[in-house]
């Protein structure tokens, strides 16, 4: 690692204008991702903003939408007492990355900035047009048990590796950006990208921009919800397969209804087809199962991933199912 | 009062050291400085714009330390405090041994730069016991066994202190749960279980 | 009076929950410098070029050292070209591999220096892909064991039924949670000292030795903490050849961590084997053959053999056996015993199989395996010292409940979960060496026994203080066990099991010999030969006694087979939907004599059990055979099981002593802790679901899929 430059500030402003006119700035939160690419030569800023002095850790419900500070650590998220009332899909959804001390330490504009964890990725002596764009694709021809199913390009099948973003692109989430000009406010599903032809993009955030706030308008998505996730080992790992599910039920109809993926795209995938599908159908295995065929429409492995197309939609039928027996 | 709220310059030292104005004040002859950093050989000169003041307390002692951006906490406490207690075990977050308390909460030394704890204090498990009296955590160790080789064991007892601290010891499950991101590879699970289980069910503040 | 009390804790708690225990990294020297490897990006080829210029100048660099400078090693010039010589031609035998150190005054500065250093190289074609070079005649592999027929061989051919399937398993890697490396100090231009992460002091100072052409005698090997090895810090690895080299070369002791990354290359790991399994029985379920072929992988650069097929050979009664095994060179670093070795690997093959046979004669597989369970070893003809897997089986089916078992897989089911339940018998040689132990015996009530044993965790200081106190009626508190120093009476390394039987067989010849003395010296003062030793010190105005005794290896192999067991028990949920098994009841059962140590003896079947666990459901380095390169060379990737996956686990001792295999009645239990476990699951995923899936690791898609 580079002795790289280190400042801190505890005004956003400074913070923006710090990086906003430094190439090779940028913002450290947690530095639970950072540090760690860091580390192994993936990236080398040499100027570090460290932000986590920022005033952005408020948890608050204002006129029915819950504001969390972009500095609001993992597990504050999590143990938040509004969080759990109003949102314990969301409660689950961080409960199932990482291990305790990472989610002490990450943050949730942090967690949204994450990069994939494509072996290929991690490892500047193999081939990766995230990384280095032009040097090929190492996952695709080779081990690409992880990787997406949904929405790749021929330049990058890289997933992205969150959980708690599964949780928020189910709850209608905001995302509130901060730049030179003042704040701009996008909706969470338009946050990250597909990689296209270009990779090295992972989100639409700009050079210099820096994630302050969500929003997530409250519903009635707090009794049947459930986040499933499938993965190699009990805990402690990152998702083949993931589920975010909630219903809102009325005599066992289905009047709302969200449902996301994650460990098979490029950004956390929201199942919108089968969202229209479920609505106003009978919570019924039947509708489940016709619910995940639709949501599996486009989908497209990659040989160490074929399962997938499998795990994926069971996965969905497991979730929606334990959504709905939950009283 | 500056915005920036540490004194490191915002340029590369090559940049600072070309700035005029300020080899004046530090009557430094400027061309023989400058062809010194575009060589990188004058480290001593170079520590003083490389390392940067770091005030933390570790285990209740406070230190007023200039430290690389680049070291971490855990190498910190390991190589410059001589705390050999905290473990490093894979050094990118994925095994516990690292873990200490930060201002009491459980986090991976290995993906923290000792820079950003300024002003924090930090607890490791040198600083867990009072004098030669065992924290009730360390005792339960040795009571279930909870070790083999011991690599692990002061990550797995901070995380387990706080495990009990945070209150998500209420079954075993949970407590197997909350303590995945600590892995032990002699594989005493069952017995550090036991032992968290048994702290937490004696009741004692711990 | 008996101090042997059921529940000692180990000598070493208090060091080691409190952080004072140092493992090797800790030791702080004056004037210590930091290295860090470069390691190869290619697989195979030459070195063409190395410029370290940039690394030089880096601040802080006092050194960069590769095969341009080639630092003196003496041994090296010696002919031959294995063990790998570090840093002696421009060969890359394998992805990895460290072509040059990089010495600085900082970890830091050396880490960002290593990154300076750029090597150029031509590039050779090169072939990693085991499972493909099975097939390939044009791979040539080399017999690794030499064949084995007893009877007919293939008779399981014209069986009544028959069973013949194929077992994989992967590259697995030892991954211990301390990072490998090394501290070297010379202190003078022919004395070093090192501070090293090994399972045998001894045996690093004969190769440090061999290497540096110096007496044994100037080398001191220090490694009393050990953060875990699994058979990986069995021999002094290329890196650590390396820093002692570099430490020469700038006059300062420097100090090597390895990067948990560079964990899967440069320090061994367990083969990746493909096993064919032919099994033949009566259909009343009597075994008339077993055939069973083994492929191993190793190195082009060191062979490397282990005893994959040796279970089958003598496990279970059949007269027809025969066995083969061979290796497969491949361009990827030598691999090395890990715990439970070959046998492990061999006894997810057997154990499957015998599972296999089961099913398909209808049988339960406890019954099938106790009715082909040989009264004496069949391979040697002559009497077991002991075994006791009758009863061993009996208390574990009653303990996890083996009655719930249904024979049909697929009965049992939970909501969306499926339940199996499963057997296999783990198996491992007790073998008993030569060690030698001192004993100083003080007037202060205090014994201080010696030896240059090591422990890796199993709590070795534990078991000999317990062998003592128990024969000399000394409070465990006043008994000292110093280990992990080369300068101490020469002892084995710790490996295959053996500690306790050689080393404690030691003690044992110690103490008897002390107690001797001590009558003896009672008796010219007149006094009882039952007199406290402190009493008898004083009265002879002696302020302590000195012995040192070796004992010699068990003689008794030509009349008596000589192994320890253990029979695993699991029970494992199966999820209906997406494919995860969850181990959700274990027993593990140890037949391996009197147990010195319960306390450390049981967290060892537990340690084997959780490791068990990894090699049944999630370990697996994958290696991209396209660059051979592995991809999933981290904690994150590589998984190894975390508490989630780890339920209670039972374990059972049957606790009888065996005279014949050393003194103390007790036989090692490192190895069949983890032997056969990973069939157990196997065989319950199986009745949980009836899904047969014969490459571990399992995981959830393969369930899926299967």
């Known amino acids: ?327 | 009062m500056s915005e920036i709220d540490n004194n490191q310059s915002g340029d590369t030292r090559r940049d600072f050291l070309k700035k005029t104005s300020l080899f004046t004040a530090l009557s430094l002859t400027p061309l023989t400085v400058l062809k010194a950093a575009d060589n990188k050989v004058d480290e001593r000169f170079a520590e003083l714009f490389e390392k940067i003041p770091l005030n933390l307390k570790v285990n209740n002692k406070a230190y007023s330390l200039k430290v690389e951006p680049r070291v971490t906490l855990l190498d910190l406490l390991r190589e410059e405090l001589d705390l050999t207690g905290t473990k490093k075990g894979c050094d990118h977050g994925q095994c516990g041994a690292c873990t200490v308390h930060v201002d009491g909460a459980r986090v991976n030394s290995c993906l923290s730069l000792a820079v950003m704890n300024e002003g924090k204090s930090v607890t490791t498990i040198e600083g867990l016991a009072k004098g030669e009296e065992l924290h009730p955590m360390q005792a339960a160790f040795i009571k279930h066994d909870g070790f083999q080789c011991g690599y692990c064991t002061p990550g797995q007892i901070m995380s387990a202190v706080a495990c009990v601290r945070e209150g998500h010891a209420n079954s075993k499950e949970e407590i197997r749960e909350y303590m995945s991101g600590n892995i032990c590879r002699c594989g005493a699970y069952p017995n550090i279980v036991d032992a968290i289980q048994e702290v937490k069910e004696k009741g004692t503040a711990i | 009076m008996d101090f042997f009390v059921d529940e000692n804790d180990r000598v070493d708690g208090i060091e080691k929950v409190t952080g004072k225990a140092k493992y090797f990294a800790e030791f702080k020297l004056p004037g210590l410098t930091y290295g860090v490897l470069v390691p190869s990006t290619i697989t195979k080829g030459k070195i063409t070029a190395i410029d370290i210029k940039a690394a030089k100048n880096a601040p802080g660099v006092l050194d960069v050292l590769s095969h341009l400078n080639k630092p003196s090693a003496a041994g090296y010039e010696a002919g031959g070209g294995s063990p790998m010589k570090i840093f002696y031609t421009d060969e890359v035998f394998f992805n990895g591999q460290p072509v040059a150190l990089v010495v600085a005054d900082t970890f830091e500065r050396a880490t960002y220096a290593a990154t300076l250093v750029k090597v150029s190289y031509e590039k050779a074609a090169f072939n990693t892909d085991f499972k493909k070079s099975i097939a390939d005649a044009s791979v040539a592999k080399k017999q690794g064991q030499p064949p084995y027929v007893r009877g007919v061989a293939d008779a399981y051919k014209t069986a009544e039924v028959k069973v013949e399937q194929t077992y994989e398993m992967p590259v697995e890697t030892h991954n211990p949670m301390e990072l490998h490396g090394i501290i070297a100090d010379w202190r003078t231009n022919d004395q070093v000292t090192v501070y090293a992460k090994t399972q045998g002091v001894k045996a690093a100072q004969a190769t440090i030795a061999n290497v540096f052409k110096i007496p044994q005698e100037n080398i001191q090997v220090k490694s009393e903490f050990v953060g875990g090895g699994f058979g990986m810090a069995l021999r002094t690895w290329p890196l650590e050849i390396a820093t002692i080299m570099a430490s020469k070369q700038v006059k300062r002791p420097v100090k090597l961590v390895i990067t948990r990354d560079q964990m899967f290359t440069m320090v061994g790991n367990r083969p990746a084997a493909y096993q064919k399994i032919g099994l033949g029985a009566t259909k009343d379920g009597k075994i008339t053959g077993i055939t069973h072929t083994a492929f191993g992988q190793t190195s082009t650069y060191e062979n490397f053999t282990e005893g994959v097929v040796t279970m089958s050979k003598f496990m279970y009664a059949s007269e027809n056996v025969n066995t083969n095994y061979y290796v497969v060179p491949l361009d990827m670093s030598v691999p090395i015993w890990m715990r439970g070795p070959g046998e492990a690997t061999g006894a997810f093959a057997l154990e499957s199989a015998i599972d296999e046979m089961a099913h398909a004669l209808d049988m339960d597989p406890l019954e099938f395996r106790i009715k082909n369970d040989p009264e004496t070893d069949p391979m040697k003809n002559i009497p077991f010292s002991s075994k006791n897997i009758k009863e061993a089986y009996k208390l574990g089916a009653e303990k996890i409940g083996w009655n719930n078992r249904k024979n049909k897989p697929g009965s049992i089911t939970e909501g969306p979960w499926k339940i199996g339940y499963g057997v296999s018998i783990g198996v491992f040689n007790a073998s008993r060496g030569r060690a030698t132990v001192k004993g100083i015996l003080n007037a202060n009530g205090s014994l201080i026994l010696q030896s240059a044993t090591s422990d890796i965790g199993p709590g070795t200081g534990t078991g000999m203080v317990l062998i003592a106190s128990r024969l000399m009626n000394i409070p465990v508190e006043k008994i000292t066990f110093e280990l992990g120093d080369s300068s101490l009476p020469p002892a084995p390394s710790q490996g295959g099991s053996t500690t306790l039987s050689t080393v404690g067989t030691a003690v044992n010849d110690v103490c008897v010999s002390l107690k001797a003395t001590i009558a003896e010296l009672a008796a010219n003062a007149n006094m009882s030969t039952t007199s406290n030793f402190v009493e008898v010190l004083k009265k002879n105005n002696l302020p302590m006694i000195e012995v040192t005794k070796q004992s010699q290896a068990n003689q008794q192999g030509k009349e008596y087979s000589m192994y320890s067991f253990s029979i695993h028990f699991v029970q494992v949920k199966v999820h209906n939907l997406t494919g995860v098994v969850k181990v959700s009841k274990i027993v593990s059962v140890g037949d391996s004599g009197k147990i010195i140590s319960p306390k450390t003896a049981r967290s060892q079947m537990v340690g084997g059990a959780v490791g068990g666990i990894g090699m049944a459901l999630t370990e697996e380095a994958l290696l991209d055979n396209r660059y051979g390169k592995y991809v999933n060379n981290n904690f994150a990737d590589y998984h190894v099981p975390v508490h989630a996956d780890v339920p209670e686990i039972d374990v059972i001792f049957i606790d009888k002593p065996d005279y014949i295999v050393n003194p103390m009645g007790a036989k090692g239990m490192g190895e069949i802790a983890l032997i056969g476990f990973a069939g157990a699951v196997a065989n319950a995923v199986f009745n949980a679901t009836g899904k047969r899936i014969r490459s571990l690791p399992i995981t959830p898609d393969k369930v899926l899929e299967g």
Request: aromatic residues 6%.
């Open chain 1, 1 to 327: 690692m580079i002795n790289f430059q280190f400042l801190r500030t505890s005004i956003v402003k400074t913070a923006l204008s710090l990086v906003a006119k430094d190439p090779k700035a940028t913002f450290i939160a947690g530095g639970t991702n950072l540090v760690d690419l860091m580390k192994r030569g993936v990236t080398a800023p040499e100027k570090l903003i460290d932000i986590n002095q920022l005033p952005l850790k408020q948890i608050e419900l204002k006129n029915n939408i819950l504001h969390i500070g972009a500095m609001v650590s993992n597990s504050a998220l999590a143990e938040n007492a509004i969080v759990k009332e109003k949102f314990p899909l969301l409660m689950l959804a961080l409960q199932s990355g990482a291990s305790a001390q990472l989610r002490n330490v990450a943050t949730v504009g942090g967690n949204m900035m994450q990069r994939t964890r494509c072996g290929y990725f991690y490892d500047t002596t193999m081939p990766c047009n995230k990384r280095q764009p032009g040097s090929g694709c190492g996952a695709i021809g080779g081990y690409n048990r992880m990787h997406a199913i949904f929405g790749t390009s021929e330049s990058c099948i890289a997933v992205h590796p969150s959980d708690m973003c599964v949780g928020l692109v189910a709850l209608d989430a905001q995302v509130v950006i901060a730049g030179a000009k003042g704040e701009r406010k996008i909706n969470f599903i338009d946050f990250h990208r597909l990689a296209g032809t270009t990779p090295e993009k992972d989100n639409n955030i700009q050079k210099g921009e820096l994630i302050v706030r969500l929003e997530i308008p409250v519903n009635n998505l707090n009794k049947n919800f459930h986040y499933q996730k499938v993965r190699d080992r009990s805990s402690y790992a990152f998702a083949l397969i993931s589920v975010a599910a909630a219903l809102e039920l009325k005599d066992d109809v289905i009047s709302t209804v969200r449902l996301a993926m994650g460990g098979v795209a490029h950004k956390p995938w929201r199942l919108v087809a089968a969202e229209n599908f479920l609505k106003g159908k009978a919570a019924t295995l039947a509708n489940f199962e016709a619910a995940a065929k639709i949501a599996m429409e486009g989908a497209k492995a990659f040989g160490e991933n074929d399962f997938k197309l499998k795990m994926a939609p069971n996965t969905i039928i497991e979730a929606l199912t334990v959504a709905k027996a939950k009283a």
